[in-house]
RNA sequence: GGGCGAUUAACUCAGUUGGUUCAGAGUGCCUCCCUUACAAGGAGGAAGUCGGGGGUUCGAGUCCCUCAUUGCCCACCA
């Protein structure tokens, strides 16, 4: 059969993704096995797949294909998340550029058009994610707005309102002013800037005096409603009692005494805004003060301002900077850099403004949620996360779930008789409450809630309601599948999700929703910075697997993300997960291109096949260990060295027959039952490639993918020894055959003298891997000939006219100060009473061996070059 | 401002309870080789005061202190 020479990825990934879904592999219901399962991170329905999402993934993707191996009813559950805010953004962009607006649409036609672009837009990313390999079960693909889970959403909400842990306020809240929406803490992030404080001066009501004070928000002065300095401040003192006016304006407003001012920041006076600060807010609470609010929702200035009113904040920012100036209230700007906080999502300047929201208390959720976190029932890796989160869970503050949207779900609080309300998973629930309180309550009467909650509210539920455990609490599914296993996110959405999900498993399923977080590095062009569309840095992540085949983008991808650790991307790691699998390729056209014939084995054959049981048991465990500490960079790192250095390097090579000459049938069996074992631990990293390779090697009835993983036997740490003993001699025999010219074709004798106990199976292996005609032992060095040393035993290759007598000479000497240096070293601990007295047993013996095996190795080197010389 | 990490070869990173195997891996680099699976390859090689400085200890990448650099998270200083 002619294989070809490099291997062709994108035939082999769309036959086999095709089979494995034809056979259903990917599907999951409950039986009698224990199950394994993982829910996927849901991203955003109208996202497009970006190198964040293939790291994660191929990590999902590889947890869950071991399992399946290790016999687990696996469930890998896909889905999208609506993303309220980004999503509408998309769909309110996508009208604009219609030609239609937003507030033209009746919030019925809008969500048309939403639920529209979705069905035409939505879930592309979950295409794109086959792509990658990922074996999820489709059949459950789950949508955060799907029926069953909005319902969900509404139930639990109903259900917290109902005990008290929902609760609607006025609260200074932060306000995107380009989603026009108000949006959580967490959504808030802060960023320094560089920015101006501007000193303003206001007159003093009755006095020629100023009052300077200084802000980085000059805008905002016209919903000033007080000053307020240090009551220790003697610089004020006298303005206790006095009033001030707002420039331009001439608003009359107090002058407060407050210890929070810092009489070192500025002049020591600040301007006290309470619509659109919170400390402000805070100040106002706690000295009564009036409260104006001078910002539309859209940014700009309203009435309340009496000044530039329709005009945005920051072109006010500017024209009242030159008006102050142009009426000399302006005494001077300083360059200030200072933190602002932006919209996640916009990324505008956040405002923080009064507004009417709904909330949820979190103190008592967070309980339950950061004690399984500490105590390591839920586990992070790495743990290092832990710090973070209980930092976080320590502090946390009430959740602010409404958003002024529409795409998402509605709040089902229903008002009626003005400000009354009540809140219902229906209508006509709702109805029924209403008319408990007022009988002459009608259905059209009931006015629901125009916001939505926010995505995090739905996704808080996710590994409970793609089981529908919320409306069902006690159904099949989720009690066989959950608690989940294993989450994959980034530290990005700790507390957005992770956090929260913790909270709605402990409240909602009493369990934990996962047992293991795996959290995942930021993916990083080489600069270190943070891939993104603005940048333009980051690939595209199906050209890249039509570039190096989705299991060349996953080894590569992979080969340098350890947990947590961010991850510099570059293609360079791709191409290396390509020549790998090119190389498992290449050994098997090797394998396959046998012909095999029953005859006798030949001994190197024999000892290779031992040597690599051994090995592979070795490193199975360690791969197994390092799975099980979630070391997945290592555990691939660990299979990709036992399959090309040990397999291909080594043991391919030694027992490969000469040219065009047949391989006996029992190394051919051998070797193919060593391929198996190895497509079997390479399959979750490389499905593909290696699927296609399983059915190239040998008839099957079985596929790769739902084969068993191996099972570890015990192995013989004295053979590995041996092998690593004559691997040393090896190698010195091909360097010597480098640096002496000497060809491979040309064979050579080895004579060894035994100075040291060493076990001798590996002779047929060193004959045949550096070509020796003759391989014998000797009680005497062999004079004039080229010698090397390997655990003190001294080997002699006679090479004639090869022979440089000075060079070896120098060799010997080099050798002979380094072991003297080296005995010296350890001799200084041995005379040390100290190191003798104080030191375990074993390590002091350890120094002991270590000295009179240099001894003896200073004996032999002087002799020789004696002889020599 | 508070908290948590990081600093080991040119690059990206391992290094678990302080002690054979501790100074490692992969990549890159250098030399030689298109040898009959693979040049997407083979054989060999060079490469690091383990960020600086103290300390504990018989013994320190490993524990403690301190400084420097750097990253992340949280926080209401205008």
Same mark, same amino acid.
């Given at each position: ?124 990313? /979950? ?32 259900? /917290? ?66 000053? *307020? ?305 603005? /940048? ?111 397999? *291909? ?119 045949? /891997? ?100």
């Amino acid at each position: 059969m002619d294989i070809a020479k490099t291997f062709n990825a994108t035939v082999c990934e769309e036959k086999w993704y095709a089979h494995w879904m034809e056979k259903g592999y990917f599907y999951s219901q409950p039986d009698d096995r224990e199950p394994f399962t993982i829910v996927i991170p849901p991203p955003n329905v109208t996202g497009v797949l970006h190198m964040g999402h293939m790291l994660n993934n191929t990590l999902q993707d590889v947890l869950i294909r071991k399992a399946r191996m290790q016999g687990f009813n696996t469930c890998w559950v896909p889905g999208t998340d609506h993303a309220s805010i980004a999503t509408e953004a998309k769909v309110v962009k996508k009208l604009a550029d219609e030609g239609i607006k937003k507030s033209d649409l009746t919030r019925h036609d809008f969500l048309k058009h939403a639920w529209e672009w979705k069905e035409n837009h939505g879930g592309l990313i /979950l295409e794109q994610l086959k792509k990658l390999g990922a074996s999820c079960d489709w059949n459950r693909t789950k949508f955060t707005m799907d029926e069953a889970l909005s319902e969900s959403v509404i139930k639990v909400f109903v259900d /917290l309102y109902n005990k008290g842990l929902i609760y609607r306020g006025v609260r200074m809240v932060n306000w995107d002013s380009k989603a026009l929406t108000a949006v959580s803490d967490e959504e808030v992030i802060h960023k320094e800037v560089n920015s101006k404080l501007y000193y303003i001066n206001y007159s003093i009501d009755g006095s020629d005096e100023m009052l300077t004070i200084a802000t980085t928000r000059p805008e905002t002065i016209l919903g000033d409603t007080a000053i *307020c300095v240090n009551p220790k401040d003697e610089r004020y003192s006298h303005l206790n009692g006095k009033f001030a006016l707002v420039p331009l304006i001439d608003r009359k407003i107090p002058i407060i005494f407050d210890e929070y001012v810092d009489m070192e920041f500025g002049t020591g006076a600040l301007k006290v805004t309470p619509a659109h600060d919170i400390n402000d807010y805070q100040l106002g609470d706690k000295h009564n003060l009036e409260i104006i609010d001078i910002l539309n929702d859209d940014g700009t200035l309203n009435e309340s301002a009496k000044l530039y009113v329709g005009q945005d904040r920051f072109q006010v920012r500017e024209n009242i900077v030159t008006d102050l100036a142009k009426n000399k209230f302006l005494v001077k700007t300083e360059d200030l850099v200072n933190k602002v906080g932006f919209s996640e999502r916009t990324n505008t300047v956040i405002e923080p403004k009064l507004s009417m929201q709904w909330f949820l208390k979190t103190d008592g959720l967070s309980k339950p949620a950061l004690e399984k976190v500490m105590d390591d029932t839920i586990q992070f890796h790495p743990s290092k996360f832990k710090n973070t989160y209980r930092h976080w869970m320590e502090n946390i503050k009430d959740w602010c779930i409404s958003r002024q949207l529409w795409w998402g779900q509605q709040i089902p609080a229903y008002f009626f008789d003005g400000n009354q309300f009540v809140v219902a998973e229906t209508k006509e629930l709702a109805l029924k409450k209403a008319q408990s309180i007022n009988p002459n309550i009608t259905l059209s009467d009931l006015r629901q809630d125009e916001d939505v909650l926010d995505t995090w509210f739905s996704s808080w539920l996710w590994p409970i309601s793609v089981f529908d455990g919320i409306r069902k609490p006690d159904n099949e599914e989720i009690n066989y599948y959950y608690p989940t296993n294993d989450l994959v996110t980034g530290p990005d959405i700790l507390f957005f999700w992770v956090a929260r999900m913790i909270m709605a498993g402990y409240e909602y399923q009493n369990e934990m929703p996962f047992k293991n977080v795996y959290l995942t590095g930021i993916v990083r062009d080489k600069q270190g910075r943070k891939m993104s569309k603005s /940048l333009g840095n980051s690939p595209d992540p199906l050209e890249l697997i039509e570039k190096y085949g989705a299991d060349g983008v996953r080894v590569g991808m992979l080969l340098s993300s350890a947990a947590g650790n961010d991850l510099l991307f570059d293609e360079s790691l791709c191409e290396q997960g390509r020549n790998f699998s090119n190389k498992i390729w290449n050994a098997t056209r090797l394998v396959k291109g046998w012909p095999v014939q029953e005859k006798e084995q030949p001994a190197a054959s024999k000892v290779a096949i031992q040597w690599f049981e051994h090995t592979f048991h070795k490193t199975l465990e360690a791969i197994n260990q390092s799975f099980e500490k979630y070391r997945i960079s290592e555990a691939l790192m660990l299979t990709y060295r036992l399959v090309w250095d040990d397999f *291909c390097s080594w043991y391919l090579e030694s027992v490969k027959p000469d040219y065009q000459q047949p391989i006996d049938a029992e190394t051919y069996q051998s070797t193919l039952n060593f391929l198996d074992d190895l497509l079997k631990l390479l399959h979750p990293f490389m499905p593909f490639l290696t699927e296609e390779v399983w059915h190239l090697t040998r008839e099957r009835k079985e596929d790769l993918m739902i084969s068993s993983w191996p099972q570890f036997t015990t192995y013989n740490q004295s053979i590995l020894d041996d092998f690593e003993y004559a691997s040393e001699i090896i190698t010195a025999i091909r360097t010597m055959r480098k640096e002496k010219q000497i060809a491979h074709k040309e064979s050579l004798k080895l004579v060894v003298k035994v100075n040291h106990e060493t076990t001798t199976t590996m002779d047929p292996l060193i004959s045949r /891997l550096v070509n020796l005609s003759e391989l014998t032992y000797a009680t005497q060095p062999l004079e004039g000939a080229f010698s090397f040393r390997v655990k003190s035993n001294e080997f002699f290759v006679p090479i004639n006219d090869h022979l440089d007598v000075e060079a070896e000479l120098e060799k010997l000497q080099s050798e002979l100060s380094y072991i003297r240096g080296f005995l010296k070293s350890v001799e200084g601990k041995l005379s040390n009473q100290r190191f003798v007295n104080n030191a375990p047993e074993n390590v002091v013996a350890v120094e002991r061996k270590k000295q009179s095996d240099a001894l003896s190795k200073i004996a032999i080197l002087e002799l020789q070059i004696k002889s020599l010389s």
